[in-house]
C-alpha cells in the first residue's frame, strides 16, 4: 500500500503563509489534506483526485491550494492568510478510489501528520 511522509509545518503568526509537503510512494491514488484538533471532528482540507480535480473546504477556499507534482512524487498544501482557527495536526491522506472528495472516512492510508499552530 502506498507511503506517505509529511513535512512543512510549524508555528506561524496570524496572517502568514507555510506550504505542507507530502512525500508518497505510489502516484496511482486520490489525495488529501486532512486535518484534526483536539475535540474536534476529522475535517477534510483539500482534495485532488487522479485526474487533477480538485476540492476545498468553505473554511478555507481562497487561503489553501493543493497542488501535486507526480515527477517528484509529492503532495502540496500551500497556506496563506493562517488564522488561529487553522491549528491542528494535518495529514496527507490517499484512497485507490480515483476521486473521494473530502469524505474524510474514505480515505484508508494516513501519514503520520505535520503540526500548524497559528497564534
Known amino acids: 500500500h502506498v507511503q506517505l511522509v509529511e513535512s512543512g509545518g510549524g508555528s506561524v503568526q496570524a496572517g502568514g503563509s507555510l506550504r505542507l509537503s507530502c512525500v508518497y510512494s505510489?502516484?496511482?491514488?486520490?489525495m488529501a489534506w486532512i486535518r484534526q484538533s483536539p475535540g474536534k471532528e476529522r475535517e477534510g482540507v483539500a482534495a485532488i483526485g487522479m485526474d487533477g480535480r480538485t476540492s476545498a473546504a468553505d473554511s478555507v477556499k481562497g487561503r489553501f491550494t493543493i497542488s501535486k507534482d507526480n515527477a517528484k512524487n509529492t503532495l502540496y498544501l500551500q497556506m496563506n492568510s493562517l488564522k488561529p482557527e487553522d491549528t491542528a495536526m494535518y495529514y496527507c491522506?490517499?484512497?485507490?478510489?480515483?476521486?473521494?472528495?473530502?469524505?474524510?472516512?474514505?480515505?484508508?492510508?494516513r501519514g503520520q501528520g505535520t503540526q500548524v499552530t497559528v497564534s
Open positions: 505510489e502516484s496511482r491514488y486520490c
Open positions: 491522506a490517499a484512497t485507490p478510489y480515483r476521486w473521494a472528495g473530502l469524505a474524510v472516512y474514505e480515505y484508508n492510508y
